[in-house]
């Protein structure tokens, strides 16, 4: 499975080419939004603490949980004051580019595989030819040796993405989130 930065990375480029203009493009609570999506079906990492089962890569790995995440987005986006209808379906791309991310990776933790199509199903699925590495949890000098070269394998995969999916949506300098303008970051 990737790590959290490839996750990020993947959201981010979600909220990127869903967004409707410049403006929604540079929205921080937007962006927020679609990249915590992107992230949350790690959430199921904390199962374990609490009756010491793996429940990792099961139903919040899943297309299914992604449409109950993106009906569930849509008062949060009107609550934060966003445009709530374009914002769900965003939101289930987000939480999809998890699945889709982790379906394309090493998994070396059994069950292999993710239930990508649970509730439909509840067979693992799994890429037979992986284009991203597994992500260890240990700190021996070996496994951070792996991580690291396997994040930056997300990094020289999913930024230049990112960085065209930017400029194919041709929003320009002008959302950069960071250049100060409080139009843009609202």
Same mark, same amino acid.
Request: net charge negative; charged share 15%.
């Given at each position: 499975?990737?790590?959290?930065?490839? %996750?990020?990375?993947?959201?981010? $480029?979600? @909220?990127?080419? $869903?967004?409707?203009?410049?403006?929604?493009?540079?929205?921080? +609570?937007?962006? #927020?939004?679609?990249?915590? !999506?992107?992230?949350? *079906? =790690?959430? =199921?990492?904390?199962?374990?603490?609490?009756?010491?089962? &793996? %429940?990792?890569? @099961?139903?919040? @790995?899943?297309?299914?949980? #992604?449409?109950?995440?993106?009906?569930?987005?849509?008062?949060?986006?009107?609550?934060?004051?966003?445009?709530?209808?374009? $914002?769900? +379906?965003?939101?289930?791309?987000?939480? /999809? /580019? @998890?699945?889709?991310?982790?379906?394309?990776?090493?998994? $070396?933790? *059994? +069950?292999?595989?993710?239930? !990508?199509?649970?509730?439909?199903? /509840?067979?693992?699925? %799994?890429?037979p030819h992986p284009l991203f590495l597994d992500i260890g949890r240990t700190l021996e000098l070996g496994t951070v040796v792996h991580d690291v070269w396997a994040v930056l394998r997300e990094i020289l995969i999913l930024t230049p993405v990112l960085v065209l999916a930017w400029r194919a949506r041709s929003f320009g300098?002008?959302?950069? *989130?960071?250049?100060?303008?409080?139009? #843009? &970051?609202?």
């Amino acid at each position: 499975m990737p790590s959290p930065l490839g %996750h990020a990375l993947a959201g981010l $480029t979600v @909220h990127v080419l $869903t967004a409707s203009d410049s403006r929604e493009a540079a929205s921080r +609570p937007r962006g #927020a939004l679609i990249v915590g !999506a992107a992230l949350s *079906p =790690d959430l =199921d990492l904390l199962g374990r603490f609490l009756d010491g089962q &793996n %429940h990792h890569q @099961h139903e919040l @790995h899943s297309l299914g949980f #992604a449409l109950i995440a993106g009906i569930l987005a849509v008062p949060v986006a009107r609550a934060w004051g966003l445009r709530a209808l374009p $914002t769900g +379906p965003a939101v289930f791309l987000g939480w /999809s /580019s @998890h699945v889709l991310l982790d379906y394309l990776a090493v998994d $070396t933790s *059994p +069950p292999i595989g993710l239930m !990508a199509l649970w509730p439909w199903s /509840s067979g693992y699925y %799994h890429f037979p030819h992986p284009l991203f590495l597994d992500i260890g949890r240990t700190l021996e000098l070996g496994t951070v040796v792996h991580d690291v070269w396997a994040v930056l394998r997300e990094i020289l995969i999913l930024t230049p993405v990112l960085v065209l999916a930017w400029r194919a949506r041709s929003f320009g300098a002008e959302a950069l *989130p960071w250049r100060g303008d409080s139009r #843009a &970051n609202q």
